[in-house]
């Protein structure tokens, strides 16, 4: 029943979230437009990028844009749920994260449903444009296994950034700073799995798969749909995508839960 | 004509400031030495074993990559645009008004001190030694490395300019994500900063040989690797220098324009 609860009551708080966002319509349509923009200027450079050379590590452009696209989506969600996990240290020097441990709520959920991303609209039109697309180009047979294997895949992938959102979040617990490790360890690491893992070296790779484990949300799983080969990698590895989103997610979790529980205020 | 030691001022602050926040250099460089891996593989699996590609060879596009990494770290060490656009969105760049030196002559010297900083205690000593470690081509003659040197920095006081140049719009639109984003993407592809412009197609490459972005990266990485040589490096300069003054004066009139138009938000 608690989880039932806590669903009725996530909506609500979105739904606060979402008309206080449509107040600014103007702005709102210019960031859609501005994400838009920003991942079309990815495609186009992987375009110039194969002009002359056809393939990156036997990927070719379409195959490519599929790959991009499965990350895009999952983040889209992401953006949705958790990217404002990252600024948790604002929270914690503003004294304003004692809020959300003074209501009779899980402080995690109050923290995750306080903010609803409008603007992530621009993924999800810009990567079921792309998925539409590639479809066509490389003739995917979109048969109802796949389909719910993209699924799951895609919220395993959500898991795992979301998972390492929660993750640089909570070092905000310890150290009083989170936003800058986004931006040195993710946003870095993000961009990196845009293109195949293939290309990097093996001690990447293997990171990749088993450290921050980003190859699993469109790298893996993309290999499978496209039935390509994951060198240094067995091939089905791309079905474990949903479990390791679910461990990894738990595990960000629990060193949240854990970081909660020696949070001091900063009394300011 | 500007009272320059007024500014210089700013510059030694500004190299005092990033020596307090280590913590910001350090993380800047993590995230971009592994941009630099993901450009390094990228080319490495596009060359595929080859020797050269398009008259290319693979040591001198790596080395390519390598430098304009280099200069996007030296690029992306000054005041960052969303600063200056908060300031603007706050109102507190109404204060800056009030005194008595030129606001973005004072950011550029702001932006030396920190750039400097950054370069000598980070940048500098990390790819040199990536330097001595890797194969890469080195210029061999003195004329080659003062020429690299004078277009990286033009290179850099033309982004600068235009840069500078879309954060003020901000005094025109409260929002400006979609333009900055077409912006954004137009600098990083067009400017050659990850493809040079000779893999491009014909008609893009001639787009972007009509456009300031190439002075940035571009020019600058190509004279290092020694694709721009002899009296062409003469003329690619001279085309920077070009570009550099109208960049100017497009900063001059947005600035001219923004500060006389400043909104009152209340708040």
Redesign the interface.
Known sequence: MAAIKYVNLYFKLISAGIRAQMQ?R??FI??I???I??Y??TA??MW??L???Q???SWTFFEMLFLYAIAILSWGFCVILFLHFRSLDTYILNGTFDRFLVRPINPFFHFMAMKFDMASFGQFIFSLIIFIWVSLELHIEWSSGKVLFLLASIIGGILIQGGMLVLISAIAFWTT?SQ??Y??VM???R??TN?PL????KI?QWIAAFVVPFGFVNYFPAAVILEKGTPFFPVSIGYFSPLVGLVFFMIAYCVWMLGLSRYKSTGS | MPKFHVYWIFTKKAFLRSAVYRFDVWSRLGSNLIFLLMWGSIWTALYAGREEAGGISFQAMLTYIVVSQFLTGVNGAGTPLWEIQEKVRTGDIALELMRPFNVPLRYLFADFGSVTFYIVTALLPIYAILFIFMDFTLPTDIITWVSFIAAAFIGFLIRYCIEMSFGLLSFFLVETGGIEDIFYFAMSLLSGSVIPLWFFPEWLAKIAAYLPFQGIYYIPNAIFIGEIAGGEILLSIGLQIFWLIICYFLLRLVWNRASHKVVVQGG
Do not use: C, E, H, S
């Open positions: 600014y103007f702005a210019m960031r437009i501005g994400l923009t920003a079309t200027g186009v450079t110039v990028m002009y002359q050379f393939v990156l590590g700073k800058q490790f931006w040195v946003y870095p690491a961009n990196l293109y293939v290309i990097y070296p990447v």
